[in-house]
């Protein structure tokens, strides 16, 4: 079945600092979804990626699309404590099937 | 305000004991899932339905039912079969699957079995 897998699995950064975490797919991806869960809350959705190479920006984060839509990345520049939190990816195979979650990424941002 | 709503926010309950968690939406969302989440893991997919009266297993349905009789609601039920219950349960709405629409979570239950 398709897996998503997501590094790294923690990430402790000094404010100010950049940030990125990477998701992989096993399979091509029809779509990929960015979630944020903050320290005791649920997902929220941040985005959707749908195009080959396609690139988003939401201020500071860039979310990236793959060219051949099997991986996909999120960029924060300059953190702040505010971008704390776990990061998932969420991806979605051509055959129309239920999103795959990645393991997530847990950000933390000394101040 | 339109949005999730999931009760209890925390569940206790003695092993061998079946337990059913609510979920409520009035986000008008054909589409509705279960998810369960573990300790610094993702979220895994216990069922899913897409329209009232029609439900699917998901990656981890063993142990686990669930029904949609309403549009609104969609109760999961954790039976004694279910090895390890202890975790944190999310429900979780969308406009419609296959159109690849955003997920809207609830605030969750987190169930401890003992």
């Known amino acids: 079945g398709q897996q998503v897998m997501q590094i790294p699995q923690y990430q402790h950064v000094q404010e100010g600092e950049d940030f990125t975490t990477y998701c992989n797919s096993s399979?091509?991806?029809?779509?990929i979804q960015w979630y944020k869960q903050r320290p005791g809350g649920h997902p929220v959705f941040l985005i959707q990626l749908v195009k080959s190479g396609e690139v988003k920006k939401q201020k500071r984060l860039t979310f990236q699309f793959g060219e051949a839509k099997k991986n996909s990345s999120l960029h924060i520049t300059a953190t702040q404590t505010t971008d704390v939190g776990t990061y998932f990816c969420?991806?979605?195979?051509?055959?129309?099937?239920?999103?795959?979650f990645g393991g997530g990424t847990r950000l933390m941002v000394k101040p | 305000d339109g949005g999730i709503t999931q009760s209890p926010k925390y569940l206790f309950r003695k092993e061998g004991q079946n337990v059913t968690l609510s979920c409520e939406q009035n986000l008008n969302h054909d589409a509705m899932y279960w998810y369960r989440q573990d300790p610094g893991q993702g979220l895994r997919l216990i069922y899913y339905s897409q329209i009232v009266n029609d439900f699917q297993k998901g990656d981890i349905a063993e142990g686990y039912s669930v029904s949609r009789e309403k549009k609104e609601s969609f109760p999961l039920t954790v039976t004694s079969a279910q090895k390890n219950p202890t975790a944190f349960y999310l429900c979780a709405s969308s406009v419609r699957d296959r159109f690849n629409s955003p997920l809207h979570f609830g605030n969750g239950t987190r169930l401890t079995v003992t």
């Open positions: 399979t091509t991806l029809s779509n």
């Open positions: 969420a991806g979605r195979g051509n055959a129309g099937n239920m999103l795959t």
